[in-house]
């Protein structure tokens, strides 16, 4: 895919984030300005406001590295700041559960970058489940990987297919190109990604070389 293209779908795949706590956002703001609005009304927009606000945050916090570029480099990542931005993530979603476990702390932002993004890919099948992210070595592999595990999860056969390189059936737009975009992420560092769709679950499992001594 050209690069300006890439930009053009990455771009709309970070839009669409940020849209979705932006509307109950903007709906509570207008019913805390109206005047008409009794006082349960306006708790109630209150409530939804802070909501939608920390929801934001929370996305564009955790965009920021996986997609922004402030993570490009093979410096050490920090797991204690990365938990609090995965555990940030998920507390705001009542309908998927994190399971967080890194057995290493071997771990390259970049790497970590790949492992965020694969994350990103897991929470719809997570959808009324859990989400497990993981790290371990494996001699001297690291071995990054995310299941979905709920009465929804599966992969797509738009997943597969832009895992594989191959344009979806509906195109690149509508987060489509997640995957993509993903699988390029680990080849640059030597990972190779793969799926797994066993029963009741899915999963996405990403492979290479230890890059921190």
Known sequence: MESSKLASYVASR???????????????????????????????????????????????????????????????????????????????????????????????????????????????PAHKGVCRVTSREDGDQLVLDVQAVGPLANLKQEVEDALAGREPQGGWGGGAVQPYFTRLLAEEIGFVLESRSPQGAAGLSARGPVSIA
């Open 14 to 124: 970070i839009c669409h984030d940020i849209a979705s706590p932006l509307t109950p956002l903007m709906q509570s703001c207008e019913m805390l300005f109206d005047d008409s609005m009794g006082a349960a009304m306006k708790a109630e927009g209150e409530k939804t406001l802070k909501h939608a606000i920390a929801t934001l945050e929370a996305k564009l916090r955790f965009l920021r590295f996986a997609i922004g570029s402030q993570a490009i480099n093979d410096g050490q990542a920090n797991t204690n700041e990365m938990r609090d931005l995965f555990q940030k993530l998920f507390a705001l979603n009542s309908k998927v559960e994190l399971e967080w476990r890194m057995d290493t702390h071997r771990i390259s932002n970049r790497q970590m970058r790949v492992l965020m993004n694969m994350t990103l890919m897991m929470i719809d």
